[in-house]
Structures are given as structure tokens and as C-alpha cells.
């Protein structure tokens, strides 16, 4: 039997906006958790907490979830499941 893999064309963008609080940590963790059930690598997720690149993205509070330069989640945590399904939709 000859498994083939699926070769993804689309790319996704992944970042967590945050300061390094709880919070921003625990979203990113969160997110890096749903990317890899979704089958992508968990490097595929970036953690942005350099505050002039929070400012320049126009994120107003953290943590923020961005994906494919949209903004996702501000100020609050989405579950992982939450993220899993923005990131399916993403997927195409």
C-alpha cells in the first residue's frame, strides 16, 4: 500500500501578540497545541512580544491571536478547540 502525503499550498501565518503575562503565554501555548492538531508544525505559530512590532501590528490589547494578518482574539484566551476551527477555515 503506498501512503501519500498531502502537500499543503496555502500558507499560514500564526502569530500570539503579548507581553509575556499568564495570559499571553497561556495563548500561546494554546495555539501551538491546536497547530499541531491540525496537523501543521508547531513552529508554524509565532510569539511576537517585542511592544514597538505590538504597536506597529495595531494590536490595542493582548494577548491577540493573528492569523493570516487578521485579527482572531484580543484581550481574551480562546479555547483550543476555538482556535482548531479558525485555523480548519483557514486551511480552505
Known amino acids: 500500500m503506498v501512503q501519500l502525503r498531502t502537500i499543503e ?8 501578540f503579548g507581553t509575556g503575562c499568564a495570559k499571553c503565554k497561556n495563548l500561546f501555548e494554546a495555539t501551538k497545541k491546536a497547530a499541531l492538531e491540525s496537523g501543521l508544525q508547531e513552529s508554524a505559530v509565532e510569539y511576537v512580544t517585542d511592544m514597538a512590532s505590538i504597536v506597529e501590528a495595531g494590536i490595542m490589547s493582548t494577548p491577540a491571536l493573528v492569523i493570516n ?4 482574539a484580543a484581550g481574551k484566551v480562546p479555547s483550543t478547540d476555538d482556535i ?8 480552505g
Open 9 to 16: 499550498t496555502k500558507t499560514m501565518n500564526i502569530q500570539v
Open 69 to 72: 494578518d487578521v485579527v482572531i
Open 84 to 91: 482548531k476551527s479558525v485555523i480548519a477555515q483557514q486551511k
